[in-house]
């Protein structure tokens, strides 16, 4: 696959019967009458489909949100570049992001995420779930379509002190992106490893979560319980399981990450939104995430 490509459409109609060409064209047709809204490739149609079950009106809404969510939340996809954003590059260091190449039974892929700094003042939570971004746009971009996807977090060596550093705002605007615009079918949320500092993430989070992401959300606090949805061996050796070590996986992935530099940068501007050429009132952080999302520079002086 050269770097410029991801997965084709055709691929993705050899992968999923139920992906028609009529239904692209309907979209199409509808996106033409929506001059805010970026151009859209082929087979990112086929994710949002596939995302939605191929149901036309959940489709419809998740490309506006997918677009609308990316473009008022430069904290998660701007600066996206892995060579010359500093921060990113720090990010790189203190966590570990890793799609693994085992899936589970019901062949669902899995992406995996752990601390491997556990200096809790190098933790820059935003910049976490931007990398996370970074990596998950990448694999639907190369690898297009799956069965389900689901995400691993593994809380080991993740203290008090780190929880200090989340912001329930940046929680908030993440699970908004997470349940209402990523193009996959998120069929499980684990925190495998998980202590007593669970119970605060849990609570910043709960406010902000559907029922059917609560109905996915599993805590573990050993492997036992982990058996029944996620193979344990799928995991890096050096994490309880008998993948390649942590330090492997995650250097690949970060040479794939630059490799496709280019893109990210594209991506970044190209596919947002235009508010300006919005029909109807244009929209902002505050209509999408309330009044404390439009507070976030008042933070910073």
């Not at 459409?9 to 809204?37: F, G, M, T």
């Not at 019901?106 to 003042?121: A, E, F």
């Not at 109905?215 to 309880?240: Q, R, S, W, Y």
Request: contains cysteine; glycine residues 4%.
């Amino acid at each position: 696959m050269s770097l410029s490509k991801g997965i084709s459409y055709e691929e993705e109609k050899r992968k999923n019967p139920e992906l028609k060409d009529s239904d692209v064209q309907i979209l199409k047709d509808w996106c033409a009458k929506q001059p805010h809204l970026p151009k859209i490739s082929d087979s990112q149609y086929a994710l949002f489909l596939h995302s939605n079950y191929y149901r036309m009106e959940p489709t419809k809404n998740t490309i506006e949100e997918y677009y609308t969510s990316r473009t008022h939340l430069p904290e998660f996809f701007s600066d996206r570049d892995p060579l010359g954003t500093k921060n990113l590059r720090e990010v790189f260091k203190v966590t570990a992001q890793i799609t693994l190449s085992t899936w589970t039974k019901d062949d669902y892929k899995i992406v995996y995420t752990r601390l491997i700094d556990y200096d809790p003042s190098r933790f820059v939570h935003n910049d976490v779930l931007k990398y996370f971004t970074m990596v998950t746009d990448l694999w639907l971009y190369q690898e297009g379509t799956a069965k389900g996807h689901v995400i691993v977090i593994d809380m080991d060596k993740v203290t008090f002190a780190h929880a200090g550093r989340l912001s329930p705002i940046s929680i908030k605007k993440f699970l908004y992106y997470l349940q209402e615009a990523i193009p996959i079918r998120l069929m499980g949320l684990h925190f495998i490893n998980s202590n007593a500092v669970m119970d605060i993430i849990l609570a910043m989070m709960k406010p902000f979560m559907k029922k059917e992401l609560m109905d996915m959300l599993h805590i573990h606090t050993t492997n036992d319980t982990v058996e029944k949805f996620i193979p344990v061996e799928a995991l890096p050796c050096d994490c309880g399981g008998k993948g390649r070590s942590i330090k492997e996986q995650q250097e690949e992935q970060l040479k794939n990450i630059v490799n496709y530099r280019e893109w990210f940068l594209k991506d970044e501007a190209t596919a947002r939104v235009n508010e300006a050429l919005r029909v109807g009132k244009s929209k902002s952080a505050t209509d999408l995430f309330g009044v404390e999302g439009s507070f976030k520079k008042l933070e910073i002086d």
